[in-house]
């Protein structure tokens, strides 16, 4: 079946623009996530959901950045007021089960930020 | 708190030629163990993982790491790469009481001709 999408593949956003990333969990999974990859590092969590409860947002840099996912299933990740630190590519996953211990990724956005 | 460190930022190997991509880690609690890997413009796939049991561990396109409790290691290993093994390669644990991962920042496999 398809895997996880996210959408734009690719922003470019000018310093203080507000951007939505979008992203489209495998069909029935029930916990999403949201991890930050900045260039040369490895990806950082940023938040957690369990259907449409976000359960943890510990990762979340600034209160520039939210998430929301109402349905239980797409999730969209904002950023206001965007700076150049915000450049990254920020990636999605799922699982299927809440304790399912694998993670399946999406292709990721990546937003430079002029 | 956990942490995990890849000490080598890139490995240039010979095609054909054995590598080890190695992995440690600190954490207060149990973890799992997972290497994934990024082909450049794509997400992460889920190479192998370490749960519990048989601390040799066999994943997808020849590669295998052996879980070193004493050590906390987690070492990739491939007998004979590829060219098309060219890619990054994440360690990351799993806090079996949380439930997000945390990565290493990466080891840049380059398998040259």
């Known amino acids: 079946g398809a895997g996880v999408s996210q959408s734009p593949r690719y922003k470019v956003a000018k310093r203080g623009q507000d951007v939505a990333l979008r992203c489209d969990p495998i069909?029935?999974?029930?916990?999403l996530f949201w991890y930050q990859q900045a260039l040369g590092q490895g990806p950082e969590f940023l938040t957690y959901f369990q259907n449409e409860a976000q359960l943890d947002k510990s990762g979340l840099p600034s209160d520039r950045f939210f998430a929301e996912r109402p349905e239980g299933s797409v999730s969209t990740l904002k950023i206001q007021r965007t700076q150049q630190e915000d450049s990254a590519v920020y990636l999605c996953?799922?699982?299927?089960?809440?304790?399912?211990?694998?993670?399946?990724f999406g292709p990721g956005t990546r937003l430079t930020v002029l | 708190a956990q942490s995990v460190t890849q000490l080598d930022s890139q490995v240039p190997v010979f095609e054909e030629a054995p590598v080890e991509l190695r992995c440690n880690y600190s954490s207060s609690v149990s973890v799992y163990l997972f290497w994934y890997v990024q082909y450049p413009n794509q997400g992460l796939q889920l190479l192998l993982k370490?749960?519990?049991?048989?601390?040799l561990v066999k994943g997808i396109n020849g590669f295998e790491a052996e879980f070193n409790k004493s050590q906390t290691s987690f070492h990739l290993r491939k007998p004979s790469v590829h060219i098309s093994d060219t890619a990054e390669y994440f360690c990351?644990?799993?806090?079996?009481?949380?439930?997000?991962?945390?990565f290493g920042s990466g080891t840049r496999l380059q398998v040259q001709p």
């Open positions: 996953a799922s699982i299927p089960r809440v304790g399912t211990d694998t993670q399946y």
């Open positions: 990351a644990v799993l806090n079996t009481g949380r439930r997000a991962l945390t």
């Open positions: 069909s029935g999974h029930v916990s």
């Open positions: 370490y749960l519990s049991g048989s601390t």
